[in-house]
């Protein structure tokens, strides 16, 4: 009276702060002696380790509460009926992030917040800044697309710069030529700052 319960594929995940949804949990129950175990049930239960961050109820739907920040989600399938399963859990983590917090999308850095970021050495992964192209610092090059440019927020060069660094164009498409960007045009850029 023995079977094996499996989770797979279990990957970290992020969410918007206050988004609702739905973990879907690969589950494999590979039968020892599928006579003595045909009809049973399994149980498979859901916890967060930070119910302010997200909730998550008994089917895997989660809520994420008020508060951004990482929280661990605890998966585990239990045997019922009496029957023995070896019982499995499995962790992985939610990060839950507050899509209009600065250096979002919906919020970019300025240039003065992106500088202090980098200062602080936090929030510095993966962010939206915005400024004015201030100069052009490496010309187009058309083997790989790409413009290194200075920012500023107001434009000038004697002002706080950022440099994009091998600059793309619009979600990451490659500049098909010099005049594709050019000193005073206001721009968002999305990266790692460094």
Do not use: C, M
């Amino acid at each position: 009276k023995t079977a094996i319960a499996t989770i797979g594929n279990l990957t970290p995940k992020s969410v918007n702060v206050g988004a609702d949804g739905y973990f879907t949990l690969p589950i494999t129950i590979a039968e020892a002696n599928p006579a003595l175990i045909a009809g049973d049930d399994y149980e498979i239960t859901w916890q967060s380790d930070d119910d302010d961050v997200l909730t998550v109820d008994d089917t895997g739907a989660y809520l994420a509460g008020d508060n951004a920040g990482s929280v661990t989600v605890t998966v585990a399938v239990t045997a019922l009926d009496g029957y023995t399963y070896e019982d499995v859990s499995k962790q992985f983590t939610v990060t839950v992030v507050d899509p209009n917090a600065p250096g979002t999308e919906n919020n970019p850095y300025t240039v003065a917040q992106a500088r202090e970021a980098i200062d602080a050495g936090t929030g510095t992964q993966g962010v939206y800044a915005k400024g004015i192209v201030s100069k052009i610092v490496t010309d187009y090059d058309s083997t790989y697309g790409n413009i290194s440019y200075n920012i500023s927020e107001d434009g000038t060069t004697t002002a706080d710069q950022l440099q994009a660094y091998r600059g793309k164009s619009y979600n990451g498409d490659n500049f098909t030529s010099a005049d594709d960007i050019q000193v005073g045009d206001e721009v968002v850029i999305h990266g790692d700052l460094q």
